[in-house]
């Protein structure tokens, strides 16, 4: 289902993880977005939080909106947001969307897609080259007008490789005279 409001102005936050299947968080532990101001939103400061293994079901992958607690701006704040995962093309490929009341602190979101689909089943649609992007849009529920805006962000996760080898299986060339 993907969630439409294409009457409004949005702003737009892309963030793209890369090495993504090397995230090795336990169920409710998440990474972090850099955060981004939403001048739009009466410059409130936000952050995508994405839970790996999920938030209470770990066979989901869930991500979440999060209002910063020393966001700017007034208490309260109603939006309409989306959540999804896109392809590499920019197509979408999950989404979720709602229309919430956001206090500073809060946080709210979706188990968006199971870890199978993600890792196994679609795995060359969801991680092309290892990498996840999310996309979070948001709008104004009021009738002013907004400029559209878009923000890019990108989270790289560490790979730190190493390599044993077995000498007991390793073929020494002979020392004989010939």
């Known amino acids: 289902m993907s ?3 294409d ?11 890369e090495n993504f299947s090397y995230c090795w968080q336990k169920k409710s532990e998440r990474i972090a977005s850099p955060p981004f101001v939403v001048d739009a939103l009466d410059d409130s400061e936000w952050k995508l939080w994405l839970c790996p293994r999920g938030d209470k079901d770990g066979n989901y992958i869930a991500c979440f909106l999060y209002r ?3 966001s700017s701006g007034p ?3 109603e939006i309409e ?3 999804a995962f896109l392809a590499a093309d920019g197509a979408v490929l999950v989404s979720k969307g709602l229309k919430r009341v956001f206090n500073k602190g809060i946080y709210r979101g979706f188990d968006l897609e199971k870890r199978q689909v993600v890792f196994s089943a679609k795995k060359d649609e969801f991680l092309p080259r290892d990498t996840l992007t999310v996309r979070c849009r948001l709008w104004r529920n009021d009738r002013r007008r907004v400029e559209t805006t878009q923000f890019f962000a990108r989270t790289v996760i560490k790979v730190d490789r190493r390599f044993l080898l ?3 299986k390793l073929q ?3 020392t004989t005279p010939g």
């Open 68 to 70: 910063e607690n020393d």
């Open 7 to 17: 009457f409004k102005n949005e702003f737009r936050f892309l963030w793209t993880i």
């Open 75 to 77: 208490d309260n704040i």
């Open 172 to 174: 020494w060339p002979s």
């Open 3 to 5: 969630y439409q409001n």
């Open 166 to 168: 077995d000498y007991r």
């Open 81 to 83: 947001y989306e959540l």
